[in-house]
């Protein structure tokens, strides 16, 4: 195996050895067997259908991720991504049931209004962190409440569907010409077919071009450049002539537009939904945090989080069949990602001091003929 | 005093002390013997293995093989606790005082006088005022640490391991920070403490203060002593610089001029007010200075005086008021991104909190500043090819050690650190360079490089603002001097005909003179 990827694997290991320990003795306390549940977590997961439904929940999770990530990157605690997709879209809902457009037209527009809505939501933090040096942290939380309550009464008082005349709090459906379809044709060109009922929702192209995008932005654009500088170091950043409040400002509106993208995945993909509504999911903007936490903010790394995030969700949906408590997924998922960040870090400890060491060796190994002290020149 | 080593056993013995760490042996056998009532010089290059050493004997970490003795006891230290009970203590080069106590309160702090909740001051005060009379360390115990010049400061920190009963005190660099008159008046406390009984042992590589003011030098190379010298009137500066080096000693002299009349850089009535304050205290105050094509401009000062504000306003960090043409074209109200791509090079002075991003690697760090500009910037892409391409050059003509340009930059000693900084800032081909402590903290190796690579540059026609606080990097390489004191430019001198210690009285305002 590459060294870099078995360094990559090996603290997500020992975290997962740790977070089955700790889940074990859960189970233990509580009077139940382990295996018993982990083989029935086995089972749940071990289907095609299983996987298909672990993409679909992890498409989300993803962009949630990146949307922190971004923050992240650069030492900014975006707690807001999940106000700002919330409130994005149900604003989105409520202009696609406004319009009539061609499909893609369609698409567009209520996309484009998500990320608008919720990257301008976020900019209020923005503001007050850079003008009023408010802590993003506790603007964010903030403004998760505000948003809150903007979404219930927008919802109640203007937004509601009538066609039931106004009973349920929701709003209308979107027309066809809104929706993403679903990629089972397209699957079904490589000659698979899922079982009936199985879909694959269109939004993970979405979700793929997202993380490339986000690759291409840290590691290979300027702005990029400079969000990592600014995280790493702020000082450094200033004296190479990065404006500190303008990329406070920027990171935090890119990571909300980012953020509007989480809803859309519901809305504008999935059946159940179509709509806003009571059931539409509130929280993923929390599961993001935990998923860029566990991907350590790399693009690769986000994928692998939220399958594992989506893994243990779906693994742990039949547990209550059999007598035992569903919550061993959030256990699992807590223990795994306590144990991960706590493993990341020895890792990295240890491999930087390697380095550190390695460079040491290197440099006073017996000198190769090289350039004498003293005769370099400026080019 | 040879006769009383037969009778009186040692303050000090260090034998064959080994200290290895990771991938690197710092000590490799290091024999050191301090007479009791003797002030003991260890002189050695950055990365010798000095500071090793101390912490060695002081008990911050133990040594793989070797032993200590203590007045002639042989010692296992387990911890600094272990170390000061043997009455051993030391004074570091960075001091560690609360700024918001006072200095009665920061020499009791962790050892508190007094029965219970009741702390007793006035017993810690008497005894305070009593070993200042002593040692000639007289210090306010009421004044409050932040008030202090760096020189009081340095006597709270002695009084405090005095206080604790330390009868062999180790000196970090102590004369870093000083100038020439303090620095009299440390060795003169110092002497006061060896005639009472006590051992002092200091660290330095300033020779001239070695030769001046100790009764006996051990040199320190590559983790092994190299020299003990018993008796320092036998040897010259430059017998130990040489034993240091182990090669002949760099020297920062230019000789020829080749300053031009073209002002590249022209600064008119700059001025840095406090931030925060609109009154506030003017840190900088109404500089005006012109720096010429070919020219090195140094400026002087005791730190703290606005030599570091200074610098921060003209690349564009600190806001200021005043002009700053740079070749003629106002740049004053530019942005810092704006200037440096104007060419203002920009050395800073702490090459780790400003210069560089340490988890960055090498080929990234090279674009650090010049990102946004040719070649490094395609669109708004970076260009990779060319940060690597640049990383390379650097690497190989300022001959900065590693194993490759993909490492990150923590993983460079200071030195190869520096000379990256260097490096990056000359090959953007910069019109002025601003240099603050250029060769800080590096050996005299990587020092005498980066001399030779500022005056190459000089040669080429760049002009260099040079801020230093070692007087003979500043008398050696400048072509004009300029003193700051309080934030303002209050002498220019003739960097030929001054002495170090001519301008150490600039600098502290003892000796005025009109611009």
Partial sequence: MLPGLRKALLAPLVAAVAALIVSSIALLISGNSPQEAFVEMWKTIDSTESVVLIINRAVPYYIAGVAVAIGFKMNLFNIGANGQYVLAALIAAWVGTKTDLPAPLHVTLIMFVSVVVAGAWAAIAGVLKVTRNVNEVVATIMLNFIATGIVSFLLAE???????????????????????????????????????????????????????????????????????????????????????????????????????????????????????????????????????????????????????????????????????????????????????????????????????????????????PGPVLGSGATA | MSTVTTTVPLAIELRDIVKRFPGVVANDGVNLSVRPGTIHAIVGENGAGKSTLMKTLYGAHRPDEGTIQVNGIERHFRSPKDAIADGIGMVFQHFMLAANLTVWENIVLGQEPGKFFRLDSKGARV??????????????????????????????????????????????????????????????????????????????????????????????????????????????????????????????????????????????????????????????????????????????????????????????????TGTILLEGDDISHLPTQERRARGIGYIPEDRQKDGLALEFTLWENAALGHQRVKPFAKGVWIDRGAAHARATVIVDEFDVRTPGIDVQAFTLSGGNQQKLVVGREMTADPKVLLAAHPTRGVDVGAQAGIWDFLRDARKKGLATLVVSADLEELIGLSDRLLVMLRGRLVAELDPSTVTPSELGSYMTGAKEAVR
């Fill in chain 1, 158 to 368: 203007h937004f509601r569907e009538t066609e039931t005349g106004g009973l349920v709090a929701q709003t209308e459906v979107l027309p066809e010409s809104a929706r993403i379809p679903s990629l089972n044709r397209l699957v079904e060109l490589t000659g698979f077919h899922f079982a009936p009922g199985v879909r694959l929702l269109g939004f993970l192209p979405f979700a793929i071009a997202l993380g490339i995008g986000y690759h291409l932005l840290l590691n290979r654009s300027r702005f990029g450049y400079e969000l990592r500088l600014s995280g790493m170091n702020p000082d450094a950043a200033r004296a190479a002539g990065v404006n500190p409040k303008a990329m406070i400002f920027k990171t935090i509106v890119l990571s909300g537009a980012v953020a509007g993208l989480i809803g859309m995945h519901y809305l504008l993909a999935d059946p159940q939904f179509y709509k806003f509504g009571d059931q539409f999911p509130k929280t993923v903007g929390f599961t993001g945090i935990s998923i860029a936490l566990l991907g350590r903010n790399h693009p690769a790394g986000i994928i692998a989080a939220s399958l594992v995030w989506a893994t243990i969700e779906r693994g742990t949906q039949r547990l209550s069949t059999l007598g035992i408590p569903q919550e061993i997924g959030p256990i699992l998922q807590g223990s795994f990602l306590l144990a991960a960040v706590i493993a990341f870090e020895v890792v990295k400890r240890r491999s930087d001091a390697a380095a550190a060491t390695a460079a040491a060796r290197a440099v006073h190994a017996p000198p190769a």
């Fill in chain 2, 127 to 320: 005894r305070l005022r009593e070993l200042g009379r002593r040692y000639g360390l007289e210090l306010d115990p009421d004044a409050l640490i932040a008030d202090l010049g760096v020189g009081e400061k340095q006597r709270c920190e002695i009084l405090k391991i005095l206080y604790r009963g330390a009868r062999i005190l180790i000196l970090d660099e102590p004369t870093a920070v000083l100038v020439p008159h303090e620095v009299d008046e440390l060795f003169a406390s110092l002497r006061e403490l060896t005639a009472g009984g006590a051992t002092v042992i200091f660290i330095t590589h300033k020779l001239d203060e070695v030769l001046k003011y100790a009764d006996a030098i051990t040199v320190i190379r590559d983790g092994k002593t190299v020299g003990e010298v018993p008796d320092p009137s036998s040897v010259t500066a430059r017998d130990l610089a040489e034993m240091m080096v182990g090669s002949e000693l760099p020297s920062p002299e230019i000789r020829e001029s080749t300053v031009t009349a073209v002002p590249a850089l022209e600064v008119e009535g700059l001025t840095v007010t406090e931030e925060d304050e609109p009154d506030g205290r003017r840190l900088v105050d109404g500089a005006t200075f012109t720096i010429h094509r070919g020219e090195i401009l140094g400026i002087a000062g005791v730190e703290g005086n606005g030599q570091a504000e200074l610098v921060k306003a003209l690349v564009g960090i600190l806001p200021a």
